[in-house]
């Protein structure tokens, strides 16, 4: 491929932070910079307590394992997202209940207080779609009346705020990941915040492999985890947030030369009332079939990604209920992810764009 659907995009520190990371000797996990790194995403945010974890994933289950999701017990989920939101659900033998998208493209609202109203759920675990908020104030309050955990999976919209407040904020935890793709990269790895201070140490003690404090010995009463954060990969996570800001404009300005080149043959996800979303990746429906855009940029060697398809449509999922109108099938049978690389240029926009028209236009 020589046009890459959102890969990394490095500031220049990065290189300077690492080295600074070996110098000290603090290559293993743990370290000045993960401490950094820590209180850069807090101080961003405004969360009140972060923990650097090598995924978003893990996030995710410590969040489930810290509020005793266990067997029997009922998650509600988005059904339009990635398979990494639903996971950790399973990881605690817990089991699913899918929630399909609105027109928004975000987690129905109806649909989730049908779920409530007839499933005995413990925790709301909320996607946020491509970098785009979902209407989590609304959100929270469903879970507060029905007495449900609210977990946000804000893995993609690092950035996105409603009404001014940050996406993962709003929930007892939130998550957000460092994958490659993402807007803000350190290869592999995420952060796991929260409103609970005893929570948030109890997730920071199981991800440590649960050890106990105060003895010369590993001591252990339960059982952890191996999910924390290496220093050096927190050295990138560092100077990547001192051009977050950057990359989030650069984002929204992508999205907009879209906009504006297939503006005749193409429907984009919207980006709901009061909220702000940092246009991760540029997602669009087409009339034609979309995996016939998908080969002709494949052709050219620019890469392209089919919408997620729908958890309830997953072979995995067949046997959980699924609450929703099939909104979400319907984004998946029409819908592409373009490239969203923030090193690409107007001219680089223009040529992907021409091959869309050709072809679906």
Same mark, same amino acid.
């Given at each position: ?5 959102? +890969?990394?995009?490095? &500031? ?36 009140? !307590? ?14 489930? $394992? ?26 605690? $033998? ?25 499933? $005995? ?9 491509? @970098?785009?908020?979902? +209407? ?50 350190? &290869?592999? @790895? ?25 003895? +010369? ?19 990138? @996570? ?25 503006? !005749? ?11 702000? @979303? ?31 398809? +729908? ?34 240029? $107007? ?11 050709? !072809?679906?236009?």
């Amino acid at each position: 491929m020589r046009i890459y659907l959102s +890969p990394p995009h490095m &500031s220049g520190k990065e290189l300077d932070y690492i080295k600074e990371a070996f110098e000290s000797n603090y290559i293993a996990p743990l370290g000045p910079f993960v401490e950094k790194f820590e209180e850069a995403i807090k101080t961003y945010t405004k969360a009140p !307590h972060a923990l650097a974890l090598c995924s978003a994933t893990s996030g995710i289950h410590l969040a489930l $394992r810290v509020l005793g999701i266990k067997e029997g017990d009922k998650v509600a989920v988005s059904s339009f997202t990635f398979i990494a939101s639903l996971s950790p659900i399973l990881y605690q $033998r817990a089991t699913p209940v899918l929630i399909d998208a609105d027109g928004s493209w975000q987690i129905d609202l109806e649909a989730l207080e049908d779920a409530l109203k007839k499933e $005995r759920i413990k925790a709301v675990i909320v996607t946020h779609l491509y @970098g785009q908020s979902a +209407p989590i104030k609304e959100i929270a309050a469903l879970c507060q009346k029905y007495g449900a955990h609210l977990i946000e999976d804000a893995a993609e919209s690092l950035g996105a705020t409603y009404e001014q407040r940050h996406t993962g904020t709003y929930g007892i935890f939130g998550v957000y990941s460092f994958n490659g793709n993402k807007i803000l990269t350190t &290869s592999g @790895g995420g952060m796991l915040v929260g409103q609970d201070e005893k929570l948030m140490h109890k997730a920071k003690k199981l991800s440590t492999q649960a050890k106990e404090e105060g003895y +010369p010995w590993y001591e252990h009463k339960t059982y952890g985890y191996n999910y924390r954060l290496s220093n050096i990969l927190a050295a990138i @996570g560092v100077a990547q947030m001192e051009v977050l800001d950057d990359r989030i404009a650069k984002k929204r300005t992508i999205f907009s030369w879209y906009q504006e080149e297939l503006k !005749h043959c193409a429907m984009f996800m919207p980006e709901i009332a009061k909220s702000q @979303g940092n246009r991760w990746l540029t997602t669009a429906l087409f009339e034609c079939d979309p995996l016939q855009i998908y080969e002709a940029l494949k052709k050219e060697g620019i890469e392209s990604r089919p919408l997620w398809k +729908p958890m309830h449509l997953q072979p995995l999922c067949k046997d959980f209920a699924f609450y929703g109108k099939g909104v979400s099938e319907k984004l998946f049978a029409k819908g592409l992810c373009l490239p969203s690389g923030t090193q690409l240029s $107007r001219q680089d926009i223009k040529e992907i764009c021409q091959i869309v028209k050709e !072809h679906c236009c």
